[in-house]
């Protein structure tokens, strides 16, 4: 029976890709704007995530988020190795600061001060060079997209000197890195370097990174430290979530890009359930004689279900297909970089199809079951 | 059908019995009595027509002797089995294994080809797709339309389409074959010719074969006829009373 | 199930087929498109927490090494040019030995000048002396003549009067002399100031002037570079800064574990010799004009072990002390 369901479903092809189209579309929009909304506020924890080896980030009690700290004294560096079950800290240094180019052109950046000694804070890949070019005097990392930005014109940024702060700056390697949310240029160097790259205030240092003794977990750590030093510790998921927040908080994001899931969802309903409703209203006659025949009302369910099964099986991966084929086609956009889907995101799509169909499925079928056997004598 | 074989010996040709069966139907505040407590046996064997206006009744009467409507009261035994004392369930079963349907507009699935239309009761069975396929064309053999058992319903004519509505009737052999005005839609001739194939394969010695129809053209190849008026039988004989 | 052939149908075979095949690759795209967020080790070694001091409680701080006598600059008494130089950084000089020498030219013009008139005076005085005994033969001859009449009174008189003035010429040249050996014995002594010896014995850390530069006595220990630093480095000492909040923490007399910067995993055992009884200001890095200090910092001493090299006067080094609490108990 299951097979005549199919036959009848196909057999009408302008409803078939009609529905196969509301469910494709529905997927398309829902994967693909809650993808994009995930990777965009995503970009809020990029700057934890870009440095893969801190257990633990250390900060003063008001700094909220990478970009939004405010700095501690030099000796809070050793007051957090001082606690136990820290295996190593290393100072980090995040701050603004205005670039010259050589064309003269003014660029906002962010600086970036890692370790001296140990580089940590680095993002973990290179594009161009290698980390040890900062061991050479005056030398920056530039992050990849911050490149596309700031050389316009796509020629090899290495060697090019900047003025940061009345220093001289020369750009000697290309990170491989995530971009913020404001896809700032980021400028990584020494700390002792960034300290002098960014005008002076009494404190510099932005961060302190950590990594915990092994069995030591993470979230005991942050609560030893914050017991002893009085400094505020997140650990790296925790920071990360508090970036996200942050961008959910402080910007209209989440209401846009839930308006247009929600417009998703609604259009997938509106076509599919008027397409299905069209299409049993169509074969009514047909339900009926069936019923007639003998066939049972659980049959004439799982007819519909396998209906809006293979519906929802095309349509679905259709529409994942083209989510995937937008992400991967943008891949290379500087704006999208790092994007990616979230394995949660299909799973929710797919429970907003199951849902679509399910309504439609059984909006439909409330009329075939309704109709009784014997109308078909009349 | 181990009960139907126990009672087939006590009533050996009364395929269907139906004692004081009435019909309401509430239109409104109204109840309008379409059927007056029907007492008819239909006998296995035979070409039953079942007679009357538009309005008479008949179309409910088939339908609550083939259990697709229910009766507000009185019984109805279709090879000895009391239909509206079995359960919903067991009810389609029923119909589903005893009963073939021919419909006036054919209800053809306009999708899936003729052979499959016919197979569709063995379908329902649950028999192998291919093997009921196998027997349905067999069946349209039988009706000389075997050459167009590859072909949807909408490519063939009223008549074919009628021919393979049949075939579906017949294919898992029903003890009870019900046929709504088979003849409606075809000239005299096509007619005739249905009902004379009808006659040929539908009637056989343990089926009971009821027609719907007011085609007055036809009414000479009737075994029995019955004619409904008002929501009673008015007459009941082999041949159309005068008048008619 | 067979397969119709005949009746293969893009819309009940090919698009299912499309479509599993496009969930399987987004499956795939999906799990592979996963971002890299693993934790990882960093690739060159910070300083950790030694493993002694792992699981105790400890104070952490950073400091610089320097030479167990500290620093010594070098200054020059008197100003001039170089005109020797005989150290080079890296020598190890015994007390008292010459360093550089700042031209003494002049001094030794005025030495000559000195030898001179102590020649002079000399010469003066064996000049007085001669007439001294002159005058004295004379005067004895006069006075061993009986006769009045032979010598007159005023012969006599002249006679004694050169004799008292040979002596008094002595007594000047003498006088002549010994100033004349006082201002030798002065240019001797500028002569030796020019010379600069080592104060101490140690090793030559630095040498920032030249043959031929011009050294100034406002030179060393002031605002300008200092000429020569040295300093005792066997042993080494490490100052280390301990924040004063952190302070109190401090196992005063415990060995502390110190490690270069950039090189965490070469860690040494260094063994404490006095805690500053002054707590500094932190010295930072910021070079603001306007620049304010509010942490200060105690300053405790350590004694490195011999490292060869691994360790140098003023570079920066990662400690950890442990803690002075029941911790510190527990370890000893």
């Known amino acids: ?378 | 059908m181990a009960e139907t074989d126990i009672q087939a010996a006590t009533t050996a040709k009364a395929a269907i019995c139906s004692r004081g069966v009435t019909r309401d139907f509430k239109a409104g505040q109204q109840t309008i009595t379409v059927l007056h407590g029907i007492d008819v046996d239909i006998r296995a064997g035979e070409l039953t027509y079942v007679v009357g206006e538009s309005g008479s009744g008949k179309t409910t009467l088939i339908s609550i002797m083939c259990g697709i409507l229910w009766p507000t009261e009185g019984e109805v035994k279709v090879f000895g089995t009391d239909i509206y004392d079995l359960s919903d369930t067991e009810l389609v079963e029923f119909r589903l294994n005893n009963i073939g349907f021919i419909f006036q507009q054919y209800n053809l699935i306009p999708s899936i080809d003729a052979a499959n239309n016919a197979a569709v009761p063995l379908i329902a069975q649950g028999m192998d797709r291919l093997e009921a396929r196998e027997k349905a064309v067999a069946m349209l053999e039988k009706l000389n339309i075997g050459n167009q058992a590859g072909k949807l319903p909408s490519q063939l004519s009223g008549g074919q389409q009628q021919r393979v509505a049949i075939a579906r009737a017949l294919v898992h052999e029903p003890r009870l074959v019900v046929c709504d005005e088979p003849t409606a839609a075809l000239d005299a001739a096509s007619g005739r010719r249905v009902m004379d194939l009808l006659r040929e394969v539908a009637v056989a010695e343990d089926r009971a074969c009821i027609i719907v129809t007011h085609d007055n053209r036809v009414f000479d190849l009737a075994d029995r006829i019955l004619v409904l008026e008002d929501g009673r039988i008015t007459h009941d004989g082999s041949e159309m009373p005068e008048g008619h | 199930m067979a397969f119709d052939f005949r009746n293969m149908s893009f819309s009940r075979q090919i698009l299912p087929v499309i479509a599993i095949i496009g969930l399987v690759a987004a499956v795939i795209f999906i799990f592979f498109g996963l971002p890299d967020r693993e934790l990882t080790e960093p690739d060159r070694e910070p300083p950790r927490a030694p493993d002694a001091m792992a699981e105790s409680s400890r104070v952490a701080g950073a400091g610089i090494v320097e030479p167990s006598s500290e620093l010594v600059q070098i200054g020059s008494a008197l100003s001039g040019l170089v005109t020797g130089l005989f150290v080079q950084p890296g020598d190890r000089v015994s007390e008292g030995q010459v360093l550089f020498t700042v031209d003494d030219r002049a001094a030794r013009a005025s030495l000559q000048e000195a030898r001179a008139a102590i020649a002079e005076a000399q010469a003066s005085i064996a000049e007085a002396n001669t007439a001294r005994a002159t005058a004295s033969r004379q005067l004895a001859l006069y006075r061993n003549i009986d006769d009045p009449a032979a010598v007159s009174r005023a012969e006599v008189i002249r006679a004694e009067g050169e004799a008292a003035s040979a002596n008094e010429r002595l007594r000047l040249a003498r006088a002549r002399l010994e100033a004349a050996q006082a201002r030798a014995n002065s240019a001797q002594t500028e002569i030796a100031r020019l010379t600069v010896r080592a104060p101490i014995a140690g090793e030559i850390l630095a040498v920032n002037i030249r043959k031929g530069e011009y050294v100034s006595t406002m030179g060393g220990g002031g605002n300008a570079q200092p000429f020569i630093e040295m300093g005792q480095t066997q042993p080494l000492y490490v100052r280390i800064d301990i924040d004063e909040e952190q302070a109190a923490r401090v196992a005063m007399g415990a060995d502390a574990i110190v490690s270069p910067r950039g090189a965490a995993e070469r860690r040494v055992k260094a063994s404490f010799v006095r805690a500053e009884p002054l707590v500094v200001p932190k010295r930072s890095l910021t070079n603001s004009a306007q620049e304010r200090v509010d942490v200060r910092v105690l300053q405790v001493l350590y004694e490195l072990p011999e490292s060869n090299g691994l360790f140098r006067v003023g570079q920066q080094v990662d400690a950890y002390i442990p803690a002075g609490s029941g911790a510190q108990g527990d370890a000893e």
């Open chain 1, 1 to 378: 029976m299951i097979w005549i369901a199919i036959r009848m479903l196909t057999g009408d092809a302008q409803k078939f890709y009609g529905l196969v189209f509301g469910i494709a579309f529905s997927t398309l929009l829902i994967t693909q704007q809650l993808t994009i909304f995930v990777n965009l506020i995503e970009r809020g924890a990029s700057g934890t995530y870009n440095v893969s080896s801190a257990d633990v980030w250390v900060m003063d009690p008001v700094s909220r988020t990478t970009d939004v700290n405010f700095p501690m004294p030099s000796t809070a560096l050793d007051k957090v190795r001082g606690v136990t079950g820290v295996e190593w800290a290393v100072p980090h240094l995040r701050a603004g600061a205005s670039v010259r180019t050589s064309e003269g052109d003014l660029e906002g950046v962010s600086v970036i001060g890692v370790d001296d000694a140990t580089l940590i804070g680095l993002p973990k890949r290179m594009t161009v060079g290698s980390p040890d070019v900062l061991s050479q005097p005056d030398s920056v990392i530039i992050d990849d997209v911050g490149l596309t930005r700031m050389f316009e014109d796509g020629r090899s940024p290495i060697g090019e000197r900047l003025e940061l702060n009345d220093q001289r700056a020369v750009i000697r390697g290309v990170a491989d890195a995530i971009p913020s949310f404001t896809s700032q240029v980021t400028l990584y160097t020494k700390y002792s370097q960034a300290l002098r790259y960014v005008p002076g205030t009494r404190n510099r240092l932005s961060f302190v990174l950590v990594g915990a003794e092994h069995g030591v977990s993470p979230e005991e750590l942050t609560r030893r430290i914050e017991e002893q030093t009085g400094l505020r510790a997140r650990t790296r998921d925790e920071f990360a979530q508090d970036g996200v927040d942050f961008i959910i908080q402080n910007t209209g994001i989440p209401l846009n890009f839930g308006i247009t899931v929600l417009l998703g969802f609604i259009v997938g309903v509106a076509i599919v359930g008027l397409t299905f409703s069209l299409f049993i209203r169509d074969n009514i006659k047909q339900f009926g004689a069936l019923k007639a025949i003998g066939v049972t009302n659980g049959k004439i369910r799982k007819m519909v279900a396998a209906q809006a099964g293979l519906v929802g099986l095309i349509g679905y991966g259709l529409g994942v297909l083209g989510t995937v084929f937008f992400i991967w086609g943008f891949s290379g956009n500087p704006t999208f970089k790092g994007f990616y889907i979230p394995w949660q995101i299909p799973l929710i799509s797919m429970a907003a199809v199951f849902v679509i169909l399910a309504l439609t499925g059984w909006l439909a079928l409330r009329n075939v079951l309704k109709t009784e056997p014997a109308s078909v004598f009349r």
